[in-house]
């Protein structure tokens, strides 16, 4: 669906903040991309969304180049969700702020009504359609901005580093969000730091570090080889680093705390 | 005033203007101003105006107080301020009773000024508040780092550069990023549709007759 192919890009020609890299990504797939600040992920998602072009090498769109592709003609794709809601929102009510993006795509007023309404529901923002968006808490903005990414219904969303600022039940209640995204095609690609949703959450991993892709593959792949983690500025989730210590031979690997909580079942031998 | 279409109330806020500058009475300027008083208490918009109404009205005064000293007429004076008064609150009355994306609608559809004009112009009167807010949470933080701005005046001004400098900067960088949230919000395309419903009513002709006839009249007059 799209594709970055042997990419580099530098904001000065001799010094590229990403070198080489080559990504693909399907449609429905849940990617996430992790490296330390700095590392090119940001950079990475700019060049998807045609924020940026590319110093050399291709970004392809249903195999197509998109080379000639502007920001606001590949929103008809892919939504955008930056990690601070409050510079993005700047109409007077959070139905009208969602409008906004049909607005400009041309959709009917009979479409936009429909597309508003629907992406409000999906992320639980009905009851709050008619408030002055600044009154929202940090949560509900940011479910305000990936409403208005939805609304626009694209294919592939995209959300950097969406849970930072937010409380544990706002934080959970947005990847639920996600999950509920993805289960229904929408493709989310999550640029994340944080290790246990890096773990559970994504079907793929991409690591960056100092511009080039060092990593690609499942969590489970991340966390169960000798890979050099911590150059890498990650870290093992709690659950991970417990399954480590558990089962230093490699024999199991643990994800999630469920995943820990059926293993000392079993290692205990009898229920709960 | 809520039921006038957009496009009303902007012919409304130039004819104020056309008006306020062919009235050269306190009478006829007091009436004016009352009269668009009004209109914004029964539109409810008293609520959200009155700090503006009260700033507007001391600003003229010293405005008027200081023509007074100058050597003008008292008359003259009071008219000058009754003026500005005038001008500006019709702005207050517009604002408050229009939605901006109504405005946008109306300067773009029907006013043919190119959206990228009109959006610019009702974004920047968005931020407004989003700004002095701003301003005060720099002030805040500033202040928490031993920030004062007591003193003489040229002390006050320069230490207000503490706190004009990361506004600034923090405009800069919010614009940015609003700037590429719009861009992938599809701003900028081909295609564009509005929601707002900005069409003329009978209402909206019978105030352009209305406004047409007091024009004139003022004009005879004078």
């Known amino acids: 669906m799209l594709e970055l192919r042997n990419v580099t890009f530098g904001y000065k020609q001799k010094q590229p903040v990403l070198k080489n890299v080559s990504l693909s990504i399907g449609a429905g797939e849940f990617i996430a991309i992790a490296g330390r600040n700095g590392s090119g992920k940001t950079t990475v998602t700019r060049l998807l969304t045609a924020l940026k072009k590319p110093n050399s090498g291709t ?126 095609g929408v ?55 417990i399954g480590q210590e558990l089962f230093p031979d ?20 009898g229920d709960r | 005033m809520n039921k006038a279409a957009p496009l009303t109330k902007l012919i409304l806020t130039l004819a104020v203007s056309v008006w306020s500058l062919l009235l050269h009475t306190v009478s006829g300027l007091t009436i004016l101003v009352f009269g668009q008083l009004a209109l914004i208490v029964m539109a409810k918009a008293f609520g959200k105006t009155y700090k503006a109404l009260a700033a507007l009205t001391v600003f003229a005064a010293v405005l008027a107080g200081l023509q007074y000293l100058l050597g003008s007429g008292l008359e003259l004076s009071l008219v000058t301020g009754l003026r500005m008064i005038s001008m500006t609150e019709v702005f207050l009355l517009l604002l408050a009773t229009t939605r901006m994306q109504d405005l946008t609608a109306a300067l773009v559809s029907q006013c043919r000024v190119p959206y990228e004009y009109a959006f610019m112009f009702t974004a920047a009167l968005r931020f407004v508040p989003d700004f002095i807010a701003e301003s005060r949470s720099v002030q805040e933080a500033q202040a928490c780092r031993g920030y004062s701005a007591k003193g003489s005046i040229f002390r006050r001004m320069t230490s207000y550069l503490a706190i004009v400098e990361p506004l600034v900067l923090r405009a800069v960088s919010r614009s940015e990023t609003m700037a590429m949230s719009l861009a992938l919000r599809g701003f900028g395309g081909a295609s564009r549709s509005f929601t707002a419903n900005v069409a003329l009513g009978s209402r909206d002709y019978a105030m352009f007759a209305a406004m047409a006839a007091v024009t004139a009249g003022l004009v005879i007059v004078r």
């Open chain 1, 250 to 269: 490699g024999s199991e690997t643990v994800m999630s705390v469920d995943d820990l909580c059926q293993l000392l079942e079993c290692e205990l031998g």
């Open chain 1, 187 to 241: 493709a989310i690609i999550l640029v994340t730091h944080d290790m246990e949703i890096l773990a559970r959450y994504p079907q793929r991993v991409v690591v960056m570090a100092e511009g080039e892709k060092v990593f690609e593959g499942t969590p489970r792949q991340l966390f169960s080889s000798s890979h050099p983690i911590a150059e890498w500025s990650l870290s093992y989730p709690t659950a991970v680093a």
């Open chain 1, 59 to 184: 970004v392809l769109l249903n195999g197509e180049d998109a080379a000639a592709n502007t920001p606001a003609d590949m929103a008809r794709h892919i939504g955008y969700v930056f990690q601070n809601p409050d510079r993005q929102i700047f109409r007077d009510t959070v139905a009208h702020e969602t409008a906004f993006g049909p607005e400009q795509l041309g959709f009917t007023p009979k479409e936009i009504e429909d597309a508003v309404t629907r992406a409000l529901e999906l992320t639980g923002l009905s009851d709050v359609a008619e408030s002055y968006p600044p009154t929202l808490s940090r949560g509900q903005k940011q479910r305000l901005t990936i409403a208005s990414a939805l609304a626009m219904q694209p294919k592939m969303l995209i959300l950097d580093e969406p849970t930072s600022g937010q409380d544990c039940c706002e934080r959970q209640r947005l990847l639920e969000l996600l999950t509920q995204l993805n289960s229904q």
